[in-house]
């Protein structure tokens, strides 16, 4: 046989190998993209609000509006001393504006209302990252209950908010946890199938959520100064 013809059956056999080599290689690289497992990772921290916003509003009411005035006055000039004497800074402390209400204007009105024409109210609120002082001067405000100062906390739930602002600086560490403990979860179904973990094929990182630490009936986040950050990551492993 030629020097010709040797080479050619050299190149038609190196041809076939290669055409039986691609699609058994592409067949197993697919047939491996398919052997995955979808784990979910939990990760929680305990934290501490960072921020206490207090709406305190306090009305009164009366028939001489010059006079519930003066009245209205007098009580937020306690109410801000108060507060000042608890060590809250000026700054923390928003005046809102002053509501009036004229029962006679409404005429579906209470036939005594002449009696007591006038409903005056305004809002002040506390913004402090000083939770501790916002919690001890509210259990201390019976003292300006005793001056005749009048409050209603009828629109609100509680009168405080506790806030936690941090959760940007806990988000890598709480990511770092939840991958860990999905990597484990897929560790241990990978174990039961005789695989072992590859990498990762893709994740997602779930939502974080903010809960009360005392996790009763009908409890909300806000209302308590310790709290529980939790986020559950989904995770999807290759097998080998």
């Given amino acids: 046989m030629s020097e010709k013809y040797k080479l050619a059956s050299v190149i038609l056999a190196f041809g076939i190998a290669l055409g039986g080599f691609f699609p058994g290689y592409y067949y197993y690289q697919s047939q491996l993209e398919n052997r995955t497992v979808t784990v979910k990772g939990l990760a929680e921290m305990n934290v501490k609000a960072n921020l206490a916003i207090w709406k305190i509003k306090f009305k009164t009411t009366g028939n001489d509006l010059a006079l519930i005035q003066k009245k209205m006055d007098s009580d937020l000039a306690s109410i801000k001393a108060y507060l000042l004497q608890k060590g809250f800074q000026a700054s923390e402390i928003i005046i809102g504006r002053m509501n009036t209400n004229d029962l006679m204007t409404n005429p579906y009105r209470d036939a005594k209302a002449e009696d007591s024409r006038y409903i005056l109210d305004q809002t002040i609120t506390v913004r402090s990252e000083n939770v501790e002082q916002t919690e001890t001067a509210l259990r201390e405000i019976g003292s300006l209950v005793a001056q005749g100062i009048i409050f209603d906390t009828q629109d609100y739930s509680s009168p405080i908010s ?57 409890a909300n986040e806000t209302d308590q100064i310790e709290k529980t950050v939790r986020v559950v990551s989904t995770v999807v492993y290759y097998l080998n």
Avoid: D
């Fill in 162 to 218: 506790y806030l936690f602002t941090g959760l940007n600086q806990i988000k890598p560490q709480m990511l770092e946890q939840a991958t860990q403990n999905a990597k484990q979860a897929a560790e241990e179904f990978a174990k039961s199938s005789g695989s072992t973990v590859g990498k990762i094929k893709n994740a997602n990182q779930g939502v974080f959520s903010i809960l009360p630490r005392e996790q009763i009936p009908g």
